[in-house]
């Protein structure tokens, strides 16, 4: 009777103690699906990111500028404007798009005004350093220019009550040529978020 | 009966040989049934087939300098008994004028002249003074026999003074040859398969005018040693650019030096002056140097020039490829290929190792 009493005594211990580990180990992490749709508030979020670059992308690979391209033609991304009241990062939308259309193998990108300043840099050590075999050196001048460029904005419209918040996005994109100013390309994408109570 | 049969055979024989000489002749391949006028053999073609000689000339040039000219001349009548012939006193052989230091050219350049567009007389006896000019207060002296200037204003002489002042441009020109900016050329048409001869140097004269681009008379002369073509250029614009810019999006600037040349080219034929082909080229050398203007870089001229010769000798195929003078195979740069890549079937979100 009194080897139970202690066995179930021990038993009680080990429980108490495994719990309390247990509870000292932190929030619990596990891998989610990064294309999921996500829906925790009406802000601009990962999904609302997927499906603008989803949408322009395939809508820019499309058109008669690039499928009717003989060559590949050079794009550089220029300004996509942020309208809304929000902090969103314009750079991540372009920057997805640009991925996009790269791996179509269908347009080459030229480095944008963002990218400049460490081309130059580059060019600078390769060319003016004096360290590099001078048959190997990317010479400068030879930087392509690019015939069209990417630019657009997002905008958002919100309205709300008490119990409902209304959150319209409208992203528009354009591809104008460089040389002519005439805009040969352009699409938007519509996002409307509701949350109710 | 056996006759009449070899007649017909015979007669046979003879219609067809009539209508095959008739006929067309069967087309090869690449042969149109329309001529086509665009479609005729380059006469460079022709050139390398029949072996003619093309004599590159250095390019002409003619310099043209202007200075700014001030010429300024003083002439005295003297009327008096005993007193010689009024003869002209130069000013610029004398001193100048005390309240005017103003510069005077010794060249005969309006010397010769004696008219002006703004001659000033003077009219009024009272404005001059032979004692305000001390070169003529001596030519005076000398003339009238006088020492003093007391004693010469005691004598009764008149005197009609004329002075002339001129001003303008002097144009110099300078002809010669620029040496360097043929050799690419030469050697372009050495690379296509022609006959490149020498052409003698064209030494210009001191009294050297226009005639120093006629190139007929150089042939006719035999200057460019029996070709069958001459190539004839002539400068018409040499630059030396140096322009510095911001590089927008950086903290960089850009320095640019550039060398760029207009040369207007004339291929004559040699047998009936005929000119073939003619055209304006342009050659640019080009140095880019980022942050060059605050570390006070120095370009080198040697590779500009050899840039600039280069490009020259493209844009001059470019030109003969044109008006079909050579084959556009030297004319045209090499094409890269076709950027278009295999687009990835694969998902890359996933990482993969790829073994040889």
């Known amino acids: 009777m009194k080897l139970n009493h202690q066995k179930t005594s021990t038993y009680i211990f080990s429980v108490l103690a495994a719990l309390s580990l247990a509870a000292c180990s932190g929030p619990q992490v596990r891998y989610g699906d990064a294309k999921g749709v996500e829906t925790i508030s009406v802000d601009y979020g990962s999904t609302d990111l997927q499906s603008i670059a989803e949408a322009m992308a395939r809508s820019l690979l499309q058109s008669k500028v690039i499928s009717g391209s003989k060559d590949a033609p050079t794009v550089t991304v220029a300004d996509v404007k942020n309208k809304t009241s929000e902090y969103i990062d314009t750079r991540v939308i372009t920057d997805k798009i640009r991925t996009q259309l790269l791996k179509s193998g269908q347009v080459r990108f030229a480095v944008n005004i963002n990218e400049m300043q460490s081309q130059v840099d580059e060019l600078k050590r390769q060319n003016q350093s004096g360290l590099y075999k001078n048959s190997t050196v990317s010479k400068t001048g030879n930087m392509q220019g690019a015939k069209y460029r990417i630019e657009g904005s997002i905008s958002s419209i919100i309205k709300q009550n008490k119990n409902i918040k209304d959150v319209f996005y409208i992203f528009n994109l354009n591809l104008i040529n460089n040389e002519s100013g005439l805009i040969e390309w352009a699409d938007e994408k519509e996002i409307r978020k509701t949350a109710t109570r | ?356």
């Not at chain 2, 004599?55 to 002439?75: C, D, M, P, Q």
């Not at chain 2, 005018?209 to 004839?232: C, L, P, Q, T, W």
């Not at chain 2, 760029?260 to 304006?280: E, G, M, R």
């Open chain 2, 1 to 356: 009966m056996r006759i009449s049969h070899i007649h017909s055979v015979y007669l046979i024989g003879l219609a067809t040989l009539i209508l095959s000489g008739c006929g067309t002749p069967p087309l090869r391949s690449g042969q149109t049934l329309l001529s086509n006028p665009f479609a005729q053999k380059p006469i460079g073609e022709t050139i390398k087939e029949e072996q003619k000689s093309i004599a590159v000339t250095n390019i002409f040039y003619r310099k043209e300098g202007a200075n700014l000219k001030y010429v300024e001349e003083i002439s005295n009548k003297y009327d008096s008994s005993g007193v010689p012939p009024s003869t002209p006193i130069d000013l610029r052989e004398s001193e100048k004028q005390p309240s005017e230091p103003k510069t005077i050219d010794n060249s005969d350049v309006f010397a010769e002249s004696q008219s002006s567009a703004f001659p000033i007389k003077f009219t009024n006896p009272a404005d001059f003074k032979p004692s305000d000019y001390p070169g003529i207060q001596k030519e005076l002296e000398a003339r009238l026999g006088k020492t003093s200037p007391e004693s010469a204003s005691n004598t009764a002489v008149n005197i009609a003074s004329q002075q002339t002042k001129k001003s303008g441009f002097e144009t110099k020109a300078e002809y010669g040859q620029l040496r360097t900016f043929s050799a690419a050329i030469r050697g372009l048409l050495i690379k296509a398969g022609y006959k490149v001869v020498q052409a003698n140097p064209a030494v210009p004269t001191s009294s050297q005018g226009d005639d120093f681009f006629h190139v007929v008379e150089r042939i006719k002369a035999g200057e460019f040693n029996s070709a069958d073509y001459v190539m004839f250029g002539v400068l018409g614009e040499m630059s030396f650019t140096d322009n510095s810019e911001t590089i927008v999006g950086t903290k960089s600037t850009s320095q640019q030096i550039g060398l760029d040349l207009i040369v207007d080219f004339s291929l004559i034929d040699t047998k009936t002056y005929q000119v073939v082909a003619s055209f304006l080229a342009e050659g640019s050398g080009k140095e880019i140097r980022i942050d060059g203007r605050g570390n006070a870089f120095k370009p080198s001229m040697a590779k500009l020039m050899k840039q600039a010769s280069t490009n020259l000798a493209e844009d001059v195929a470019k030109h003969l490829a044109d008006q079909n003078f050579v084959t556009s195979k030297i004319a045209e740069p090499e094409i890269g290929r076709n950027y278009k890549r295999k687009p990835y079937d694969d998902d890359a979100s996933t990482l993969k190792i790829y073994t040889k």
